[in-house]
């Protein structure tokens, strides 16, 4: 029953498409809520066997926060905590539908990481979370490109918290752009080998390493270019480094 479940989150997210709902065909989101309906009886059927199968609040609060549905969403919290309130892939799920994109606030972002914070010393991994509220707040001045030392500020705040990969490739990005200062190319590339450690930056992180190290490192410089156009085969800044 859960993996029934996932398939049809996954489903319905695959329908509902990364665009904004203002852009997304109506059709799309028809699909997306028929395929939410299918998903949450197989949810509710797996917890039913097994009260403690934290996936399956989680899949539940996924598919309320995709289909507008608050209510779904704080009841499977609402049982989820009961379980284990300090889960990180709780923490996770329920951060993202706090985002204002979805409806939330950053007021209740915050809030909800000082309640995680309570949990750190026996969950040190919930740090990351903590930070989000920040990182989510500097990726939305980024899309409206700000790229300021305001932006910064902010980005810092969250990669203080946790090493949160999507803040320290957006404080890069800001870093290397500032608008409002002198943009410091160096601490961006630190930010990008940092993300590097502990996971894989995307292929404009990969192209912006090996421009940084193409006279210093070009055997560094080399292969982050190569991946970045294994990654990205479409630009042409990357085969321009690879020549």
Not at 29 to 37: A, D
Not at 105 to 112: D, F
Not at 206 to 233: C, G, H, N, T
Request: glycine share 6%; aromatic share 10%.
């Amino acid at each position: 029953n859960l993996a029934r479940g996932a398939y049809f989150n996954g489903a319905a997210w695959k329908a509902r498409g990364a665009e904004f709902s203002s852009e997304t065909p109506d059709d799309n989101l028809r699909r997306m809520s028929e395929l939410v309906e299918r998903a949450i009886p197989y949810f509710e059927k797996a917890i039913s066997i097994n009260p403690k199968l934290m996936p399956a609040y989680t899949g539940m609060i996924d598919m309320g926060k995709l289909d507008s549905r608050p209510r779904l969403v704080r009841e499977a919290i609402r049982q989820a905590e009961r379980l284990d309130p300090a889960c990180p892939e709780l923490a996770r799920m329920r951060m993202h539908a706090l985002q204002p994109r979805w409806g939330g606030s950053y007021e209740e972002m915050l809030a909800y990481s000082n309640q995680l914070a309570t949990y750190l010393d026996r969950r040190p991994q919930l740090a990351i979370y903590t930070g989000k509220p920040y990182a989510d707040r500097g990726d939305r001045l980024i899309a409206d490109d700000q790229y300021t030392r305001q932006t910064a500020e902010i980005l810092e705040i969250a990669i203080k918290a946790g090493s949160d990969e999507d803040a320290l490739r957006d404080a890069a990005n800001v870093a290397m752009n500032l608008e409002d200062g002198d943009p410091d190319r160096w601490k961006g590339l630190a930010y990008l080998l940092q993300e590097e450690r502990f996971g894989e930056t995307n292929a404009w992180g990969k192209r912006m390493i090996a421009w940084e190290l193409v006279q210093r490192e070009p055997e560094w410089s080399l292969r982050y270019s190569q991946r970045a156009v294994e990654l990205d085969a479409d630009k042409g800044f990357g085969h321009y480094l690879l020549a």
